[in-house]
């Protein structure tokens, strides 16, 4: 993989970085707190893992009908994704706790995903965290299947109608992540990531598998043995859970990253983007419904991601007090702060830069 940097040529662009740093760090340290997580932590925890848990249990241990166990299914899939937002996020990125054995072990709620912790932090922390909206760098825009999400793609006639569709496929996010973990690591162990993070290559794939293993032995199997239902049935209820949990999490991300106003640039030839990285990450990057505090609380704090790019060590509890503060900065810098005021904003302008990138004229924009 080739090695990108960033040298900016605008001269507001590192005194930026430096000042909102240094702001961001003048507001823990006057009111004497910790930037990770606190008690309202804790409790998000304890409800997401409930959320996830309690409707497993009960289809396990009480009798019911086809249709209420997968209404409970459903909810499964709505705690699953509140797991991953809401817990596992910020733990991956040491900011759940002060404490490495704490992060550390609320980052292994990844594997209620189905999925890889390893894989995650490569992907999201190294990759999408330090080169955001590149294409061919940060996965998370790489078109999958039917869904083109980078400008710089190439365009295919299936795209034309993406907006329509892509809701459908962000959908099998985190199931198609069963498998498509396996590829994924073989590739982060032939560019070197999986070394660079200090692992070996084939412990990593023995972990994983096992751990795939394990999962899907409680989760098929369990109900397959333990309920009434056949086997088809509890496969039907597996998909709708990851199904819901897929379009949720998909859906949160994108709306952070592929809306009208955040940038998709290039590296030039000789690998350099012309940006110092605070101001990469903030044109890249958009807020949205920050002051709906329900959708907050269960998104964790995902609907505040210029805070989270500019800060990823600080949990996002903190993200509300501290967005005022990073807005005023760009603000100052005329750097342009990329804000939907509500989530149907966001899903409104996501679905128009759908079919924007779905469009010939999304190319020859390019």
Not at 252 to 257: D, G, P, R, S
Request: hydrophobic share 45%.
């Amino acid at each position: 993989m080739k090695v990108i940097k960033f040298a900016s040529s605008q001269a507001p662009a590192i005194p930026f970085g430096t000042a909102v740093r240094e702001r961001v760090n003048a507001y823990f340290r006057e009111r004497g707190i910790s930037p990770k997580g606190n008690h309202i932590l804790v409790a998000q925890t304890l409800i997401h893992l409930a959320f996830y848990f309690i409707p497993f249990v009960l289809i396990l241990t009480v009798p019911m009908g086809v249709w209420p166990a997968m209404g409970l299914m459903v909810v499964m899939g709505i705690g699953t994704a509140g797991v991953g937002m809401g817990v596992m996020h910020d733990a991956a990125h040491g900011s759940y706790s002060d404490k490495n054995w704490i992060n550390n072990m609320m980052a292994r709620t990844m594997y209620i995903l189905g999925s890889n912790l390893l894989n995650w932090k490569i992907q999201h922390n190294v990759l999408h965290h330090t080169y955001t909206n590149i294409a061919e760098y940060d996965e998370d825009i790489n078109s999958k299947g039917p869904i083109r999400l980078s400008e710089h793609a190439p365009l295919k006639p299936i795209h034309r109608y993406q907006h329509i569709h892509a809701f459908f496929f962000y959908g099998l996010l985190t199931l198609s992540k069963l498998v498509k973990d396996f590829t994924q690591l073989a590739e982060y162990n032939r560019n070197g990531l999986t070394r660079q993070m200090h692992k070996k290559p084939g412990i990593e794939y023995t972990k994983m598998l096992l751990a795939k293993l394990f999962y899907l032995s409680i989760f098929i199997g369990l109900p397959i043995l333990l309920t009434p239902f056949t086997w088809w049935q509890v496969l039907i209820g597996f998909f709708i859970m990851h199904w819901t949990a897929g379009c949720i999490l998909s859906t949160i991300f994108q709306l952070a990253h592929v809306v009208e106003g955040a940038d998709q640039p290039l590296p030039d030839d000789n690998g350099i983007v012309d940006n110092d990285w605070a101001v990469h990450e903030l044109l890249t990057t958009a807020n949205f419904a920050r002051k709906n505090v329900i959708l907050n609380w269960y998104v964790g704090g995902l609907n505040f991601q210029i805070e989270h790019h500019l800060f990823p060590n600080i949990s996002h509890v903190h993200y509300p007090d501290i967005s005022p503060i990073v807005e005023q900065v760009a603000t100052e810098y005329g750097l342009h702060y990329n804000v939907k005021p509500t989530f149907r904003d966001a899903l409104k302008s996501h679905i128009r830069r759908l079919k924007a990138l779905g469009q010939p004229a999304a190319v020859q924009a390019a």
